[in-house]
């Protein structure tokens, strides 16, 4: 069974950092293109960064460049999200997803998700 697992999100200060993480198990990443998504509530899912897996190529949203960073473990079949100098309208259900077009990071162009972990940035 193909699964991605997130974890790491949880409440934190603006200006903070937190690391998620996103395990795969039933697949590895050979070939993919792996992404984090973050959706607010009362907004659509948008993308913030992918990794593409066979050279570790990275894109990121406007809105996180210079803040996060994404990265690949392939011993580990793990994708992190290093998220420093978080700020509150960074709160979101943080979703990480494995697909084929880097560097899209629309919802269309991946196939598995994960369950999503909470991030919450207090002001």
């Known amino acids: 069974e193909v699964q991605l697992v997130e974890s790491g999100g949880g409440l934190v200060q603006a200006g903070g950092s937190l690391r998620l993480s996103c395990a795969a198990s039933?697949?590895?990443?050979?070939?993919?293109?792996i992404a984090w998504f973050r959706q607010a509530p009362g907004k659509e899912r948008e993308g913030v960064s992918c990794?593409?897996?066979?050279?570790?190529?990275?894109h990121y949203t406007d809105s996180v460049k210079g803040r996060f960073t994404i990265s690949l473990d392939n011993a580990k079949n793990t994708v992190y999200l290093q998220m420093n100098s978080l700020k509150p309208e960074d709160t979101a259900v943080y979703y990480c997803?494995?697909?084929?077009?880097?560097?899209?990071?629309?919802?269309?162009?991946?196939?598995?998700w994960g369950q999503g972990s909470q991030v919450t940035v207090s002001s």
């Open positions: 990794i593409r897996h066979n050279d570790s190529l990275t």
């Open positions: 039933g697949f590895t990443f050979d070939d993919y293109t």
């Open positions: 997803a494995a697909g084929w077009d880097f560097p899209k990071l629309k919802t269309f162009f991946y196939d598995y």
